[in-house]
């Protein structure tokens, strides 16, 4: 059964991290360029970062470059969001998602749409207040 699964959300303060994780499952997960997409509450959604199937080429979003990091380990099938400097503005349910490499420039998988993926996560909340 194919599953993205993500997990690390939760509540911190102004200025704090958290690490997020996406598991798959049920794919060839090294194969597809991989995504975090997030949804403010009463927001659309917001493409945040992507990364390529090796991992040597990412991109982010400009509202989190420079605070976020996003990873991959092909032999865990697992995909990573490192975020520190958390604001109020970040609070937003973030999912992950795949795609079929369409073309080799990293740019080019700025998606924000669901309908842009092939598979998508269930979201994890990440909160951010004092």
């Known amino acids: 059964q194919l599953q993205l699964v993500e997990s690390g959300g939760g509540l911190v303060q102004p200025g704090g991290s958290l690490s997020l994780s996406c598991a798959a499952s049920?794919?060839?997960?090294?194969?597809?360029?991989m995504s975090w997409v997030r949804q403010a509450p009463g927001k659309g959604l917001e493409w945040v970062s992507a990364?390529?199937?090796?991992?040597?080429?990412?991109t982010l979003a400009d509202s989190v470059k420079g605070r976020f990091t996003i990873s991959r380990d092909n032999t865990k099938n697992t995909l990573y969001l490192q975020m520190n400097s958390l604001k109020p503005e970040d609070t937003a349910v973030y999912y992950c998602?795949?795609?079929?490499?369409?073309?080799?420039?990293?740019?080019?998988?700025?998606?924000?749409?669901?309908?842009?993926?092939?598979?998508w996560g269930q979201g994890t909340q990440v909160t951010v207040s004092s």
């Open positions: 049920g794919f060839t997960f090294s194969r597809y360029v």
């Open positions: 998602a795949s795609k079929w490499p369409v073309g080799n420039r990293i740019t080019y998988y700025r998606g924000s749409a669901r309908k842009f993926y092939d598979y």
């Open positions: 990364i390529n199937t090796g991992g040597y080429s990412t």
